[in-house]
């Protein structure tokens, strides 16, 4: 393909991420239809925290690899939104640490669900490949696959979560961890097209930035498939 212009190359990236987007996924739509118990989604809660856990970490090292000073301030301010170092118990892990107790999760199930031999692989994979993208990938794929592959999913796809959600009797401050990015999201996900932009200079990087959020888009998806497979399908067998 030719060397897209900024609205054509926005456009590549946000349909990337369609057709493998976990609004589609089958265990989506049973969260949106009321289909899930507590119980499950409180499983749920501990395979996502060790997912997110340490997306504050890992959007320091990006921002440490940051060579362009506009860039940089960009990214601290998503940094700082997912650190929120002024309220320390309003940064997204223990938001969601909330949201699992909520559920009838303990803090500490969570926290030694690895240790116990719980974390899926699938999860464990879309953890190790948001270090390699912060960490190795060049900076327009980072950026790409973090911001806008599945940051940019959220603000579509977690009202269908809170919505069911509401319905089964969690309180607001129960679901802040939803409302926090179907707020602060899609500013991170304009955020990331305006870095893959800035750093995608060549057709060849700009192919690599769309296939990084394909790549990243179905990865979620097939954490999301392991998830559904052990507290849906292995208990309806």
């Excluded at 060790?50 to 940051?66: E, K, N, W």
């Amino acid at each position: 393909m030719a060397k897209l212009d900024e609205k054509a190359f926005y456009d590549a990236l946000e349909d990337a991420r369609k057709p493998r987007g976990s609004g589609k996924h089958p265990f989506t739509q049973m969260w949106a239809e009321g289909k899930l118990s507590r119980e499950q989604l409180g499983q749920w809660a501990i395979q996502h925290y060790y997912y997110i856990s340490v997306i504050p970490p890992q959007f320091a090292v990006l921002y440490a690899r940051m060579t362009d000073p506009v860039g940089r301030h960009l990214l601290m301010e998503n940094l700082v939104g997912e650190e929120m170092p002024h309220a320390p118990e309003k940064s997204h892990p223990n938001l969601l640490l909330k949201f699992a107790r909520a559920c009838g999760v303990s803090e500490e199930t969570v926290l030694a669900a690895e240790a116990d031999g719980e974390i899926l692989s699938g999860t464990r994979a879309m953890r190790s490949w948001i270090w390699e993208l912060a960490s190795i990938r060049p900076l327009h794929e980072a950026c790409a696959g973090i911001m806008v592959a599945l940051e940019g999913q959220l603000p579509t796809l977690y009202p269908l979560y809170i919505a069911a959600l509401e319905k089964m009797g969690f309180t607001e401050d129960e679901l802040e961890f939803f409302h926090i990015h179907v707020e602060n999201d899609t500013e991170h996900a304009a955020v990331g097209l305006q870095l893959c932009h800035r750093f995608a200079e060549t057709e060849e990087a700009q192919r690599l930035a769309i296939e990084a959020v394909r790549g990243s888009s179905s990865m979620r998806y097939t954490m999301l498939s392991e998830i559904q497979a052990k507290l849906v399908l292995s208990q309806a067998a």
